[in-house]
């Protein structure tokens, strides 16, 4: 999940890629945003893909900076926005240690924390608490293993979409699977992710500087992780994390 497979992606962006923003019916992102806006500050979008947030941003921030590692991305972001006259566009690679970044009072970071890499996701880390200033706000949402193993054992334990359930899988690929599965790192459209326990986040988090004030599940329906959900099936429902939390000072 390196630049270039952003890269490749984004002309397909909006039919390939999981919209947190639309499926989020509750608005619980947009809320938290709101809850810490302030139209003095600047806010800087982590990941921003095609721009899907910055029409929520740009009239509650004096400034806002959207970054991707994307310059296709950012170029589509560009052409669909132009009305938006206080946000610019950046490239740049978040798990790259020599990125610059000015500092905003507010981050906001959704999905975009998905290497399957350590050492990039270290490097992520270390970027997200450079990019935010003392006392500012750190708005995360990250795919959850929990949700993860949950959607699996309903899968297999009322046989739901079966026709795509196959245990044909090399014996390299299977080691490779349960390899990445103890970091957390799972496979979605067969490519892996990395996914986040809700403790694992907290202590990765507080590792660099912020204390979460709260987690949330945004949740999903169903027909996001299944193709034939069951009627019966409604809570509980497949989430990612949402952590909002606050940079301290050292
Ligand atoms: C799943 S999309 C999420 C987009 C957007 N935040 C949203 O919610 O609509 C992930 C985005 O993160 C970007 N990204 C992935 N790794 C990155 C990195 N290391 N540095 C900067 N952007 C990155 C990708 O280019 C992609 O646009």
Redo the contacts with the bound molecule.
């Keep these: 999940m390196k630049r270039n497979y952003?890269e490749k992606m984004a002309p397909h962006y909006q039919e390939e890629?999981f919209?947190?923003?639309e499926n989020d019916k509750k608005k619980w992102i947009a809320k938290a945003i709101r809850n810490y806006a302030n139209p003095r500050h600047q806010v800087i979008d982590?990941?921003?893909?095609v721009g899907?947030?910055l029409p929520v941003l740009s009239p509650l921030f004096n400034k806002v900076v959207a970054?991707?590692?994307?310059m296709n991305?950012l170029k589509i972001a560009q052409s669909l926005f132009p009305n938006l006259t206080n946000v610019s566009y950046q490239q740049?690679?978040?798990?790259n240690n020599r990125l610059r970044l000015q500092p905003a009072e507010m981050g906001v970071c959704?999905?975009?924390l998905?290497?399957p890499h350590a050492k990039d996701r270290a490097v992520?880390f270390k970027n997200l608490q450079r990019s935010i200033k003392s006392g500012g706000t750190l708005i995360l949402t990250v795919p959850s293993v929990e949700s993860y193993l949950l959607t699996r054992i309903i899968q297999q334990q009322y046989n739901i979409d079966n026709v795509l359930l196959t245990n044909k899988t090399s014996k390299d690929k299977a080691f490779k699977n349960w390899k990445n599965l103890q970091q957390g790192v799972l496979n979605i459209d067969d490519v892996p992710h990395k996914h986040f326990l809700q403790e694992e986040l907290y202590l990765s988090l507080t590792r660099h500087q912020f204390t979460p004030v709260q987690f949330k599940k945004i949740e999903y329906d169903w027909n996001t992780e299944f193709l034939r959900p069951p009627r019966w099936l409604d809570h509980p429902r497949p989430w990612d994390w949402l952590v909002v939390a606050k940079k301290t000072s050292k």
Excluded at 92 to 95: E, K, L, Q, R, V
Aim: charged fraction near 15%; proline fraction near 0%; charge should be negative.
């Design positions: 952003w890629i919209d947190v923003l982590i990941g921003c893909a899907k947030w970054l991707d590692i994307s991305n740049g690679d978040m798990s959704i999905n975009a998905l290497t992520f």
